[in-house]
């Protein structure tokens, strides 16, 4: 099985920022592309950024210019820097690994528990 773990969250003011991290751990054979994800209360949950082994990375345009994203491959290890932050970016965090746990499986996607970040104005 595969864990992922996220970390980082808290009460920022607006303007502040905040840097999450996500371990992945288990039964790892390769990771393919790390992402984060956000929901906030009443919303749908959506994708906020990602990056791929390569280094390739992809956001959504309403974070873009203001955060980050990092991985540390040895470690497993995805990060989000956020900076200019905003009330609108007041969500549960949510880490998503595309995995792949041995030579003969598939990749799959796991998801961690999430860590709330909180903007106040």
């Known amino acids: 099985q595969v864990q992922l773990a996220e970390s980082g969250g808290g009460l920022v003011q607006s303007g502040g920022s905040l840097r999450l991290s996500c371990v992945a751990s288990?039964?790892?054979?390769?990771?393919?592309?790390m992402y984060w994800y956000r929901q906030a209360p009443g919303k749908q949950r959506e994708w906020v950024a990602g990056?791929?082994?390569?280094?390739?990375?992809n956001y959504a345009d309403s974070v873009k210019g203001r955060f980050t994203i990092t991985r540390d491959n040895a470690k497993n290890t995805v990060f989000l820097q956020m900076n200019s932050l905003k009330p609108e970016d007041t969500a549960v965090y949510y880490c998503?690994?595309?995995?792949?746990?041995?030579?003969?499986?598939?990749?799959?996607?796991?998801w961690g528990q999430g860590t709330q970040v909180t903007v106040s104005s």
């Open positions: 998503k690994a595309d995995v792949k746990v041995s030579t003969t499986m598939t990749r799959s996607n796991y």
């Open positions: 990056i791929i082994s390569t280094g390739s990375t």
């Open positions: 288990g039964s790892i054979f390769s990771i393919y592309g």
